[in-house]
């Protein structure tokens, strides 16, 4: 069993950083692939990030090159960097674990599920 709470969402200015952080409980985290998610109101929630238990990193093309996701195996933590923040960043972002898959996308892949933390970017 996998706990996952997130932290660090906020308002902030289009332009702006945060950094969400998903602390996860048990001993076996490692060995799954973290990720964050999102979801926006009226919309689907869908992929933003994942890194795998090796350390490979995915990336939704909506943020690459602006976010940056990492993790602290000792620490039991996954963080996601967000930078050049833009309005449509508003969201919902949920952190998650996939106990076999390495960077999948589809939000029936994942086994564990944080309760979310709102990010709100305003223009």
């Known amino acids: 069993q996998v706990q996952l709470v997130e932290s660090g969402g906020g308002l902030v200015q289009a332009g702006g950083s945060l950094r969400l952080s998903c602390a996860a409980s048990g001993r076996t985290f490692s060995t799954y692939t973290g990720a964050w998610f999102r979801q926006a109101p009226g919309k689907e929630r869908e992929f933003v990030a994942a890194i795998s238990r090796s350390g490979s990193s995915y990336y939704a093309d909506s943020v690459k090159g602006r976010f940056t996701i990492s993790r602290d195996n000792a620490k039991n933590t996954v963080v996601l960097q967000m930078n050049s923040l833009k309005p449509e960043d508003t969201a919902v972002y949920y952190c998650?674990?996939?106990?076999w898959g390495a960077g999948r996308r589809g939000i029936y892949d994942y086994d564990y599920w944080g309760q979310g933390t709102q990010v709100t970017i305003s223009s």
């Open positions: 998650a674990a996939d106990r």
